[in-house]
């Protein structure tokens, strides 16, 4: 069977307007789609260059020129809808690793206007040993800083020229903490006034909410998928037919970027704040919350943790008692919203690995639940028990081992996280201790949460009862405590 390329499957020339930093599962389910339907519905006539932000082969994407299959599966307003297109928006992939002059030629093109990115939550960060000359930097916002320089002297601080920077990161602020790094390298580069002056009156950096479920490489059922199409395909890609992409940026945004022209779900807003927090702790918050439990319960998908009786009652009581109490929004809007998202993780078409959501588990905590945690706490004098839970369950399954299997789970994080925690786990024979520990790791949290009262005993409650019994049986008595108590309400 042939490989999808341009010898079977045509793809038009377009001019080269976007920068894309990420060549993950999620950019080409949810941004490159979105660019293929602008090129597909409207005028805007524009390709994108992909830089994967780490060390990586980019040989699959130059087999196949770029192209790949994307296949919507899921349903809308109560009805199935199975669709599926090649995706014709990515021009080249060009790695700065392997080829770094070619990475800063990209800011030579003279048709460039958009950034977009997503290199994890743990991705925007400001690392000190990155300098101008080095090639490359190591952090993303380092790169971009470079790249944003050559662009400034290349076209001699022209302010048509600038750029629309979008990252999808789900960090809150992401555009502001973005742009906020780079001029702290521009700084440290002692990088002149000019250019500074570019930056801010030519540039402009968007805060964003993304959200699509992307399970990515449809492994199960790849090759019938393959029979279907007539052609090999190792990029393609599944994904639900849900998707929203909320900007907060200038008013002449709408109209440079006319995503609401092709029929996308798109909203430019002047505050992307209230859609962030109930997408991210809602949403978001689950996945995060659910993946150490229902994996370590010897669960595989979020579809499977959602229909378990016990795991997928977790879940539900999590959102419902313990999220919601922290966001201010109307309840019937977020009862609509916590329904739709509870339909989504059952959707039978998307096979959801939580081995995949498990990726740099302890960022992502950070940002989508310790704020539940801390500001339910605040609200209530008392702590989130399933959030906590959560907590303990994240720190058992770094131990890297699942009850009753011989085999170590594939832990993805940062590697002074990984080492942390396997120290932790291999030296320590208190829970208590590894608990401590944890919860003081002030890199990961930026600050002690041994501060927060009665945190650590009942993380160290919970770990106990993971090691003792099991997930499950801990789980059980987790949530009958908890019952317990609302009776005594």
Avoid at 29 to 37: E, K, M, P, T
Avoid at 147 to 176: A, H, W
Avoid at 258 to 273: I, K, R, S, Y
Wanted: hydrophobic share 40%; net charge negative; glycine share 6%.
């Amino acid at each position: 069977m042939e490989r999808l390329s341009k010898r079977i499957r045509s793809k038009p020339s377009r001019p080269e307007r976007i920068l894309q930093i990420g060549e993950g599962n999620f950019m080409r389910g949810f941004i490159d789609w979105q660019i293929h339907r602008l090129n597909e519905e409207t005028d805007f006539n524009g390709s994108a260059v992909v830089v994967p932000p780490r060390r990586g082969s980019v040989t699959a994407f130059q087999e196949q020129d770029g192209l790949y299959t994307l296949y919507l599966e899921g349903f809308r307003e109560g009805r199935e809808v199975r669709d599926s297109a090649v995706i014709t928006s990515i021009s080249r992939v060009v790695s700065s690793y392997e080829h770094y002059d070619e990475f800063m030629e990209l800011a030579d093109l003279p048709d460039l206007r958009f950034v977009f990115s997503n290199t994890t939550e743990a991705g925007i960060i400001y690392i000190e040993e990155d300098r101008l000359s080095d090639r490359p930097q190591k952090s993303y916002p380092g790169k971009l800083t470079a790249l944003l320089y050559r662009r400034y002297m290349t076209f001699q601080g022209s302010r048509e020229k600038g750029l629309v920077i979008l990252p999808c990161e789900l960090l809150e602020d992401n555009g502001k903490i973005l742009k906020d790094i780079v001029l702290r390298y521009t700084n440290a580069w002692a990088l002149e006034q000019g250019f500074i002056d570019w930056l801010e009156e030519a540039n402009v950096f968007c805060n964003t909410l993304v959200d699509r479920i992307v399970p990515g490489f449809p492994k199960e059922n790849a090759h019938r998928l393959e029979e279907a199409a007539g052609y090999h395909d190792s990029l393609m890609v599944k994904a639900e037919p849900y998707h929203l992409f909320v900007i907060e940026g200038p008013k002449w945004l709408r109209d440079e970027l006319p995503l609401h022209e092709a029929g996308l779900n798109v909203e430019f807003v002047q505050d992307v704040t209230p859609y962030r927090i109930r997408k991210v702790r809602i949403l978001n918050g689950a996945h995060t919350a659910m993946t150490p439990v229902a994996y370590l319960a010897g669960l595989e998908t979020v579809r499977e943790a959602a229909e378990d009786e016990l795991i997928g009652s977790f879940v539900k009581e999590l959102i419902q008692r313990e999220v919601l109490e922290t966001i201010d929004m109307p309840d019937s809007e977020l009862d609509n919203y916590v329904e739709e998202i509870l339909d989504r993780f059952k959707n039978p078409f998307i096979r959801h690995k939580l081995i995949d959501i498990s990726l740099n588990s302890f960022a992502k905590f950070k940002v989508r639940n310790l704020p539940v945690l801390m500001e339910y706490a605040e609200r209530t004098g008392k702590l989130p028990a399933r959030t906590v839970f959560a907590l303990s369950a994240l720190i058992y399954f770094y131990r890297g081992q699942r009850d009753g299997d011989d085999g170590a789970i594939p832990l993805s994080d940062d590697d002074e996280v990984l080492a942390f925690l396997k120290r932790l786990w291999t030296e320590e024979t208190d829970v208590s201790n590894i608990a401590f520990h944890v919860l003081g790791f002030e890199k990961v949290w930026g600050q002690n949460l041994n501060d927060m009262p009665g945190l650590t005993d009942k993380t160290a409650e919970y770990l106990r009862d993971m090691k003792q019994t099991g997930m499950r049986k801990a789980l059980e008595k987790m949530m009958k405590s908890q019952m317990a108590e609302l009776g005594d309400m």
